[in-house]
């Protein structure tokens, strides 16, 4: 077995001090902090991206801005899978995923 890539193997996963965020730390030190809507928004379950297109049919219309998880499950030892508060539970977050949306979050906020 391979050792696993230390960008996408977390540390630690926990509410941020206010609770209002989930914040990933990962083995290469790298630390991100990921807002509730904005992990929902990017659902990446069949029911939120079209299956055959990859084009995202859900709408941020449709997902309230106060939504938070009610529970995080592991999912192995590779993703997360989120309980929201809208009842929408069928995403698994990959690892991976979650290291790609903190980077880009990270790119978009230093160069505005």
């Known amino acids: 077995m391979s050792p696993r890539d230390p960008r996408i193997e977390p540390v630690e996963i926990a509410p941020t001090e206010d609770e209002a965020r989930l914040r ?3 083995k290469d030190g790298a630390d991100h902090e990921f807002v509730p809507r904005e992990l929902r928004l990017l659902c990446p379950c069949a029911g939120c991206v079209d299956e055959m297109t990859g084009v995202r049919t859900l709408r941020p219309d449709m997902v309230d801005d ?21 009842g929408h539970s069928t995403g698994i977050y990959t690892f991976e995923l979650l290291r790609e949306i903190g980077d ?3 790119a978009s906020a230093s160069n505005p």
């Open 66 to 86: 106060a939504v938070y998880p009610t529970a995080i499950h592991y999912v192995g030892s590779y993703a997360l899978q989120f309980v929201w508060s809208d």
């Open 24 to 26: 990933v730390l990962w």
């Open 104 to 106: 880009a979050s990270d």
